[in-house]
């Protein structure tokens, strides 16, 4: 495939990384974390994200993108992605709306325990 990207769709796709790079920005600066935000923005985002990441990944298989994904790290959360799927929303569930606390606390603590969770879970298997 790398092979099959003439000059113009490399150069769109370089262009693309600093427009999701860039509204990436914006979006960290200004946005709400409400419902519709996410609707209107981040998920947007993040499927042009990881479109992106893909082709990088496909353009330079030995590049800096393919590296970074078979981390340890990251292939340690790739393994419980799908506990973290599962588990998150309902913690996040209840520690925002039925505990009350802020938004920030919510975050904090609903990722600690949602990775607790997905790991505690794929373990148990």
């Given amino acids: 495939m790398p092979a099959?990207?003439?000059a113009t769709m490399r150069k769109l796709i370089s262009v693309g990384t600093w427009v999701v790079a860039a509204a990436w920005s914006v979006l960290a600066l200004t946005a709400r974390f409400d419902d519709l935000a996410n609707h209107q923005w981040r998920f947007t985002l993040m499927a042009a994200t990881t479109a992106l990441l893909i082709f990088a990944a496909i353009r330079k298989p030995d590049g800096g993108v393919m590296r970074g994904l078979a981390s340890p790290r990251v292939?340690?959360?790739?393994?419980?992605?799908?506990?973290l799927y599962l588990w998150h929303y309902p913690i996040f569930l209840v520690l925002h709306?039925?505990?009350g606390l802020p938004l920030a606390m919510t975050l904090l603590a609903g990722t600690a325990l949602s990775f607790g969770a997905a790991f505690?879970?794929?373990q148990i298997g």
Avoid: E, F, K, Q
């Avoid at 292939?75 to 506990?83: D, E, K």
């Fill in 4 to 6: 099959r990207l003439n």
């Fill in 75 to 83: 292939v340690g959360v790739g393994r419980i992605s799908y506990g």
């Fill in 97 to 99: 709306r039925h505990l």
């Fill in 120 to 122: 505690s879970s794929s």
